[in-house]
């Protein structure tokens, strides 16, 4: 599916999938639009490029706006995929900063407003540089961060926490009465603030939620509005100029249910992401939730299933082969464990050679050190660090045994 990302500011470009947050105004219109069609939608502006348009050919280009909106397809305003895990941070990357950011970054992963809060996550917090893939300047001194998303979603779910899905529901925000002016733009920056912080895609978009009479539209006919737009949830906000620092009652309608609640701009995409998410966890497969109550006190199952994994690998290799067995030094349990392994390695006669690693920079010389005892195969010991770098592990652990 083609996505747009934001190209500069008002125009939109297809490009590989990534994080944008799109205004109504940046599907279809140029960075200059004319002066005199202020009160026109954005998407029905003319360009102006030095020279006045007559009346009908302005008429024209309007009208055609307006058809290019009702009837583009999916891609022209959907953009699913969001970048959870890129953060702006003041200044530069201390490890204080990279900290707040690791907390931002917990709340989009989980969907949950308490995740940066959560005791649970505190170790994902403390070792927030560990997972840092990079970093750069962005405008005004200010740095960009992304974190390794793969390896915290495998920390998360280890922690036991969810994670939610990176293709989330791409939701129409509409203002009804529609605001203008002063109002309107302030309207957009707070809802495109709130939905970057929870990691929601949206879109101010010109849908109709009422009919000719004003009486609400039905949840199926707003829907099916939505998805010739590329929208999958409505968020209606209704409330007057009046409410823009005050309440208004807002709806959010998807394929689930509707949802009913009051409160402040940013309180709507609150509103809807909570709800969003909860729908995720409530839809859980149930095989899964009983499994998670069955192994529920047990401190680590690495530890039963190591042994079994040498046992395993005794039937794959002949004997004295040498197996690798990586630990982490800084763990406290690790050389107890690599004792109990040594033990039981002589027992299948085979020969034990143990690599360490505590840090990113540690692996290249522990799988090199495998290498060069030519193991013939790898166990990973059980440790949150070795979880959280699986992928990476994976990736490395075929060239370093022969």
């Given at each position: 599916?083609?996505?747009?990302?934001?190209?500069?500011?008002?125009?939109?470009?297809?490009?590989?999938?990534?994080?944008?947050?799109?205004?109504?105004?940046?599907?279809?219109?140029?960075?200059?639009?004319?002066?005199?069609?202020?009160?026109?939608?954005?998407?029905?502006?003319?360009?102006?490029?030095?020279?006045?348009?007559?009346?009908?050919?302005?008429?024209?280009?309007?009208?055609?706006?307006?058809?290019?909106?009702?009837?583009?397809?999916?891609?022209?305003?959907?953009?699913?995929?969001?970048?959870?895990?890129?953060?702006?941070?003041?200044?530069?990357?201390?490890?204080?900063?990279?900290?707040?950011?690791?907390?931002?970054?917990?709340?989009?992963?989980?969907?949950?407003?308490?995740?940066?809060?959560?005791?649970?996550?505190?170790?994902?917090?403390?070792?927030?540089?560990?997972?840092?893939?990079?970093?750069?300047?962005?405008?005004?001194?200010?740095?960009?961060?992304?974190?390794?998303?793969?390896?915290?979603?495998?920390?998360?779910?280890?922690?036991?926490?969810?994670?939610?899905?990176?293709?989330?529901?791409?939701?129409?925000?509409?203002?009804?009465?529609?605001?203008?002016?002063?109002?309107?733009?302030?309207?957009?920056?707070?809802?495109?603030?709130?939905?970057?912080?929870?990691?929601?895609?949206?879109?101010?978009?010109?849908?109709?939620?009422?009919?000719?009479?004003?009486?609400?539209?039905?949840?199926?006919?707003?829907?099916?509005?939505?998805?010739?737009?590329?929208?999958?949830?409505?968020?209606?906000?209704?409330?007057?100029?009046?409410?823009?620092?005050?309440?208004?009652?807002?709806?959010?309608?998807?394929?689930?249910?509707?949802?009913?609640?009051?409160?402040?701009?940013?309180?709507?995409?609150?509103?809807?992401?909570?709800?969003?998410?909860?729908?995720?966890?409530?839809?859980?497969?149930?095989?899964?939730?009983?499994?998670?109550?069955?192994?529920?006190?047990?401190?680590?199952?690495?530890?039963?299933?190591?042994?079994?994994?040498?046992?395993?690998?005794?039937?794959?290799?002949?004997?004295?082969?040498?197996?690798?067995?990586?630990?982490?030094?800084?763990?406290?349990?690790?050389?107890?464990?690599?004792?109990?392994?040594?033990?039981?390695t002589r027992e299948l006669g085979l020969?034990?050679?143990?690599?360490?690693?505590?840090?990113?920079?540690?692996?290249?010389?522990?799988?090199?050190?495998?290498?060069?005892?030519?193991?013939?195969g790898l166990v990973i010991g059980p440790?949150?660090?070795?979880?959280?770098?699986?992928?990476?592990?994976?990736?490395?652990a075929p060239r370093s045994v022969r």
């Open positions: 599916m083609q996505t747009r990302v934001r190209d500069d500011g008002n125009r939109a470009r297809l490009a590989r999938p990534g994080l944008w947050y799109c205004t109504g105004r940046s599907a279809l219109t140029s960075s200059r639009t004319s002066p005199t069609n202020s009160h026109m939608p954005n998407s029905a502006r003319t360009l102006s490029h030095g020279r006045a348009r007559s009346p009908i050919a302005a008429a024209i280009v309007a009208v055609l706006g307006v058809l290019l909106v009702l009837l583009a397809p999916a891609s022209a305003w959907a953009g699913r995929v969001v970048r959870v895990y890129d953060v702006v941070i003041k200044g530069e990357a201390t490890a204080p900063a990279v900290q707040d950011g690791m907390r931002r970054v917990l709340v989009r992963a989980t969907g949950r407003r308490e995740a940066a809060t959560d005791p649970t996550l505190s170790a994902l917090v403390t070792d927030a540089p560990r997972y840092v893939q990079g970093t750069r300047k962005v405008a005004s001194g200010d740095t960009l961060i992304t974190f390794d998303g793969a390896a915290l979603e495998q920390a998360i779910a280890s922690a036991g926490r969810s994670v939610w899905d990176r293709d989330r529901p791409f939701t129409l925000v509409v203002f009804n009465p529609p605001l203008s002016g002063a109002a309107a733009e302030t309207a957009r920056l707070e809802v495109e603030r709130a939905a970057e912080s929870r990691g929601l895609p949206i879109s101010l978009a010109p849908l109709p939620v009422v009919d000719a009479n004003g009486v609400d539209l039905p949840r199926d006919a707003v829907l099916q509005g939505a998805q010739r737009l590329g929208g999958d949830a409505v968020l209606i906000a209704r409330g007057d100029s009046a409410a823009l620092n005050g309440v208004y009652q807002w709806t959010l309608q998807t394929q689930f249910a509707t949802d009913n609640f009051n409160g402040s701009l940013d309180a709507g995409v609150n509103g809807a992401v909570d709800a969003m998410a909860r729908v995720q966890d409530t839809a859980a497969p149930l095989a899964e939730l009983e499994a998670l109550v069955q192994v529920a006190g047990v401190t680590t199952l690495n530890e039963e299933l190591v042994p079994k994994r040498l046992e395993l690998l005794r039937e794959l290799v002949p004997p004295g082969t040498t197996i690798a067995l990586l630990i982490n030094p800084t763990n406290p349990s690790s050389e107890m464990f690599a004792t109990q392994a040594q033990s039981q020969i034990l050679h143990v690599v360490k690693a505590s840090r990113e920079g540690d692996l290249d010389g522990a799988f090199a050190s495998a290498m060069q005892a030519k193991a013939g440790d949150p660090f070795f979880v959280s770098r699986s992928r990476t592990l994976a990736a490395m």
